[in-house]
């Protein structure tokens, strides 16, 4: 490995045998929209060794930028422009330090996957219920850090909400220990909540104790044909009535999602023999001596008289119930095969849902020609609501369009009181976007928070704020 001079004394102050090679992995994110650049690479192997590189960076005056999984959406693990960063990986760090399944925790160092947390849950008997589809590469300090979301937010909330505590490297290269197993704890300034979603910005988390929660006795998946966005949030009302809390997932798929799905998976069977405009995926979770098939059922039977839904199915094994989940999560995939002209991840007053839906739909027809995929945890308010070009259409015709499209689109959003970044995060992506949306004075006291911590700027500069 070529160094210049610069990276070449850096890399004599950092711990022994801390560098990688800079592989291209870690200067890629998953949509191909920016391209990262590094000078170093460095993998620490505990919060002692990651505080030493930040120290070496400070002095220096190196920025960091940190980086997990490297499936963030929005640019935010990606640093293409300036003097090369260092990339602190926290790949090395991967151990499930202490399990407390009575309490209902879990102590996981930031390099554990996703994954391999909510298995070590499962092993004794509990579950982690963050779930996206980057679960497999996503890493507990890369969901902390963008504070994910995913399909289970609307009964067990965002990773803010399943973190207790966090251990993290300041900016200072100081450790703070902040592990706690607490549920109470009212002792000032919650430094843990300005690291959960701050993207790098604020210093680097290295652990976290996370909140298990019960499995659940008894659950049951269905899909159900309900003819508009309103329908689907009565039938959201009637379902969260009638289940009590045990609705864990309520998901919308549109009739243009099932078309890509047809085309791109062709071998996925679909439930229903036509392409209804919009489905329902819903999930329950109830308690032992229930029937989810039961519950599931009465529900159908009161959205039919209600005339909220049309048809349906409710899966009868656990087989058919991951068939069904298999078909919301191949929508992303089947988006990507036939390329959007751009996506947008908003969130929305559940009220503003159906009118944004409309209006928007009537906006970008008024553009031009264009297929439209909105789908997403709906329970939450949260749409994905991408833009596809028409049937033989290339996406590069769309390009002068693209840009004045996600404007108008987020200006719609902001009007009606909701998000441009619902649970991606703002990373390099939209920082722009933070500076025209955000409140100022929130911008400013964002400002003066990362001055405080950061006050060489060494932490993932550009992410969130431009
Ligand atoms: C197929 C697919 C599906 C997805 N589905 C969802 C979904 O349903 N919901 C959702 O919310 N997101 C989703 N995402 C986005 C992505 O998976 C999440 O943003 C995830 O939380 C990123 O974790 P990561 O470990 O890959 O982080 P990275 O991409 O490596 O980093 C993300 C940001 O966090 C910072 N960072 C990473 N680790 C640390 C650390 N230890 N300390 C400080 N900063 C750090 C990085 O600098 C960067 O700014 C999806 C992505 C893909 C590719």
């Known amino acids: 490995m070529m160094l210049n001079a610069a990276d070449e004394a850096l890399s004599r102050r950092l711990p022994q045998g801390v560098l990688r090679d800079i592989a291209p992995d870690y200067l890629q994110e998953p949509r191909g929209g920016f391209q990262g650049q590094a000078g170093l690479v460095a993998a620490p192997r505990d919060a002692g060794e990651c505080a030493a590189v930040i120290r070496a960076c400070a002095e220096a005056r190196v920025a960091?930028?940190?980086?997990?999984?490297?499936?963030?959406?929005?640019?935010?693990?990606?640093?293409?422009?300036?003097?090369?960063?260092?990339?602190?990986?926290?790949?090395?760090?991967?151990a499930i330090r202490d399990i407390f399944p009575d309490e209902g925790v879990m102590v996981a160092e930031s390099g554990v996957t996703l994954q391999q947390a909510r298995q070590g849950a499962a092993d004794v008997g509990r579950q982690f219920p963050l779930s996206l589809a980057s679960q497999g590469s996503a890493q507990i300090g890369g969901v902390l850090s963008t504070n994910a979301g995913g399909v289970n937010v609307l009964r067990y909330g965002n990773a803010r909400a399943l973190c207790l505590g966090v251990e993290a490297v300041l900016p200072s290269g100081q450790v703070m220990h902040d592990l706690k197993r607490l549920r109470k704890d009212n002792t000032g300034y919650d430094l843990r909540d300005l690291l959960i979603g701050a993207e790098g910005t604020l210093g680097i988390i290295t652990a976290a104790s996370l909140v298990l929660a019960p499995v659940p006795a008894e659950s049951g998946v269905a899909m159900l044909v309900v003819n508009s966005p309103a329908a689907a949030l009565s039938l959201l009302s009637l379902a969260q009535a009638r289940m009590a809390g045990g609705v864990t997932a309520f998901e919308l798929i549109s009739g243009q999602g099932l078309r890509f799905l047809d085309s791109a998976f062709p071998d996925l069977?679909?439930?229903?023999?036509?392409?209804?405009?919009?489905?329902?995926?819903?999930?329950?979770?109830?308690?032992?001596?229930?029937?989810?098939?039961?519950?599931?059922?009465?529900?159908?039977?009161?959205?039919?008289?209600?005339?909220?839904?049309?048809?349906?199915?409710?899966?009868?094994?656990?087989?058919?119930?991951?068939?069904?989940w298999a078909l919301r999560e191949h929508v992303p995939l089947a988006n990507r095969h036939v390329g959007a002209i751009a996506s947008h991840d908003i969130s929305l007053p559940l009220s503003e849902v159906p009118g944004f839906i409309r209006d928007a739909g009537a906006m970008v027809a008024a553009q031009g020609d264009m297929r439209i995929n909105c789908f997403g945890h709906v329970g939450d308010g949260n749409l994905h609501y991408n833009l596809f070009p028409a049937e033989g259409r290339a996406r590069e015709e769309y390009e002068p369009l693209r840009r004045d499209l996600s404007r108008m689109i987020h200006e719609m959003v902001v009007a009606r009181g909701g998000s441009f970044s619902a649970e991606h995060g703002v990373g390099r992506l939209k920082a722009a976007d933070l500076e025209r949306w955000g409140d100022p004075v929130r911008l400013s006291a964002m400002r003066a928070i990362k001055g405080a911590l950061d006050p060489l700027g060494i932490m993932n500069p550009g992410a969130v704020l431009a």
């Open 269 to 324: 069977r679909q439930p229903f023999s036509s392409r209804p405009d919009w489905l329902v995926l819903i999930e329950v979770g109830l308690p032992a001596g229930l029937s989810a098939d039961g519950a599931l059922e009465g529900l159908f039977i009161a959205a039919s008289k209600a005339g909220v839904v049309q048809d349906g199915v409710i899966a009868q094994t656990g087989r058919q119930g991951a068939d069904l």
């Open 64 to 94: 960091v930028v940190p980086r997990g999984g490297g499936t963030g959406l929005v640019g935010g693990q990606v640093m293409g422009q300036g003097p090369a960063p260092l990339i602190l990986s926290l790949e090395r760090m991967t």
